[in-house]
């Protein structure tokens, strides 16, 4: 059977570092604090010039070097954003110029943290299709524009960040196995950011995202542990199968309470949230990135991607490397 094969992964973040002894400066806050509850030391944060296109567009150039693809080779591209500088056109479109990938049907997917895996399981059900052989997916944000820095709860939390993936169609044991998505718009209301859409007159007057982070805690941790597990059995594979997972990279305290459900050692749950922060959708492709140009993951290696966020979606690939 035709799969999509990852051939190449890129990542990049903005130069600016914000430390969270920068944040201790203007905000009631300590880096005790967000290192005991969060994980995180550090974000990168865009320049006034850089918008998320931007951040995709030098991510997506790494990947497709290493895939050994040209842009004009590209025919879709897919781009999990919540954060495009623009509503429409799509950050896709702004990339597809960006890049010259002049063949390329592109559109964005709007689904929060998620929104890489989301945009992913869309790609691959295209190559499965056939009518798709090169396709670039992309996860890219500046979330540190969404929060209010006089915020607590909510601004430590975030960075800024572009990853993407080239998915080749191949037949073969390699590629990705299956994707499995899940919404729950019951609970909205624990992580949401209004919108342009949300006032019939004027744009809204506070648009900074908002969230009740206990709750969300919880749910996350149950989330991405079942739709792990969800995905090995739908493959008749077992967590003893696993080289590593990856999944999003909002919390250290998540990751480990995943691995525990899991049952899988720390060196088996990747985890680069120290220093990139919570990056919403690029948050998966940077970890993948990291960990392959890192030397990590070997071919035929299974790994497992995992994510969870507004919406609530949550949702996950495996994936035989
Ligand atoms: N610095 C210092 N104190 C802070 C703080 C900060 N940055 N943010 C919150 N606090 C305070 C709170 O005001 C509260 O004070 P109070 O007891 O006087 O009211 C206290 O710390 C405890 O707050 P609480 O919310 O119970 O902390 P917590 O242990 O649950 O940690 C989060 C808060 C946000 C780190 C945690 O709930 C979390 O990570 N949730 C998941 C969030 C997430 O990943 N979202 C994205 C998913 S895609």
Same mark, same amino acid.
């Given at each position: 059977?035709?799969?999509?094969?990852?051939?190449?992964?890129?990542?990049?973040?903005?130069?600016?570092?914000?430390?969270?002894?920068?944040?201790?400066?203007?905000?009631?806050?300590?880096?005790?604090?967000?290192?005991?509850?969060?994980?995180?030391?550090?974000?990168?944060?865009?320049?006034? %010039?850089? &918008?998320? !296109?931007? =951040?995709?567009? /030098?991510?997506?150039?790494? +990947?497709?070097?290493?895939?050994?693809?040209?842009?004009?080779?590209?025919?879709?591209?897919?781009?999990?954003?919540?954060?495009?500088?623009?509503?429409?056109?799509?950050?896709?479109?702004?990339?597809?110029?960006?890049?010259?990938?002049?063949?390329?049907?592109?559109?964005?997917?709007?689904?929060?943290?998620?929104?890489?895996?989301?945009?992913?399981?869309?790609?691959?059900?295209?190559?499965?299709?056939?009518?798709?052989?090169?396709?670039?997916?992309?996860?890219?944000?500046?979330?540190?524009?969404?929060?209010?820095?006089?915020?607590?709860?909510?601004?430590?939390?975030?960075?800024?960040?572009?990853?993407?993936?080239?998915?080749?169609?191949?037949?073969?044991?390699?590629?990705?196995?299956?994707?499995?998505?899940?919404? %729950?718009? &019951?609970? !909205?209301? =624990?992580?949401? /950011?209004?919108?342009?859409? +949300?006032?019939?007159?004027?744009?809204?007057?506070?648009?900074?995202?908002?969230?009740?982070?206990?709750?969300?805690?919880?749910?996350?941790?149950?989330?991405?542990?079942?739709?792990?597990?969800?995905?090995?059995?739908?493959?008749?594979?077992?967590?003893?199968?696993?080289?590593?997972?990856?999944?999003?990279?909002?919390?250290?305290?998540?990751?480990?309470?995943?691995?525990?459900?899991?049952?899988?050692?720390?060196?088996?749950?990747?985890?680069?949230?120290?220093?990139?922060?919570?990056?919403?959708?690029?948050?998966?492709?940077?970890?993948?990135?990291?960990?392959?140009?890192?030397?990590?993951?070997?071919?035929?290696?299974?790994?497992?991607?995992?994510?969870?966020?507004?919406?609530?979606?949550?949702?996950?690939?495996?994936?035989?490397?």
């Amino acid at each position: 059977m035709i799969k999509a094969r990852i051939a190449g992964t890129g990542s990049y973040v903005p130069e600016k570092v914000v430390t969270n002894f920068d944040l201790e400066k203007f905000l009631d806050t300590s880096d005790e604090w967000i290192v005991s509850r969060t994980g995180i030391h550090q974000r990168h944060v865009a320049a006034a %010039d850089e &918008n998320a !296109s931007d =951040l995709a567009t /030098q991510a997506s150039r790494k +990947a497709l070097e290493m895939a050994g693809v040209a842009p004009e080779e590209l025919d879709l591209i897919v781009v999990g954003t919540v954060t495009g500088e623009f509503t429409f056109p799509s950050s896709g479109c702004m990339i597809q110029k960006k890049l010259g990938a002049r063949k390329a049907f592109a559109f964005d997917v709007s689904a929060a943290c998620s929104g890489f895996i989301f945009a992913l399981s869309n790609a691959v059900n295209y190559h499965r299709l056939g009518g798709v052989k090169r396709s670039l997916v992309i996860g890219s944000e500046v979330m540190t524009r969404t929060v209010d820095w006089k915020d607590r709860n909510t601004c430590v939390l975030f960075g800024d960040g572009a990853g993407a993936v080239v998915l080749v169609s191949e037949e073969g044991e390699r590629g990705i196995l299956s994707t499995h998505l899940h919404s %729950d718009g &019951n609970f !909205s209301e =624990l992580l949401y /950011q209004p919108g342009l859409g +949300a006032s019939p007159t004027e744009p809204p007057q506070d648009h900074f995202v908002k969230m009740q982070g206990n709750e969300v805690f919880k749910v996350a941790v149950k989330a991405l542990s079942d739709v792990a597990l969800e995905a090995l059995e739908a493959n008749g594979l077992r967590k003893e199968d696993l080289k590593m997972i990856f999944p999003h990279q909002a919390n250290k305290r998540i990751l480990d309470a995943i691995g525990k459900r899991l049952d899988l050692g720390p060196e088996k749950v990747f985890s680069n949230v120290d220093q990139v922060a919570n990056t919403s959708a690029a948050s998966i492709p940077i970890a993948l990135d990291h960990a392959h140009r890192g030397g990590k993951i070997q071919p035929g290696d299974l790994i497992l991607l995992n994510a969870f966020g507004g919406g609530l979606t949550w949702g996950a690939a495996l994936v035989r490397w």
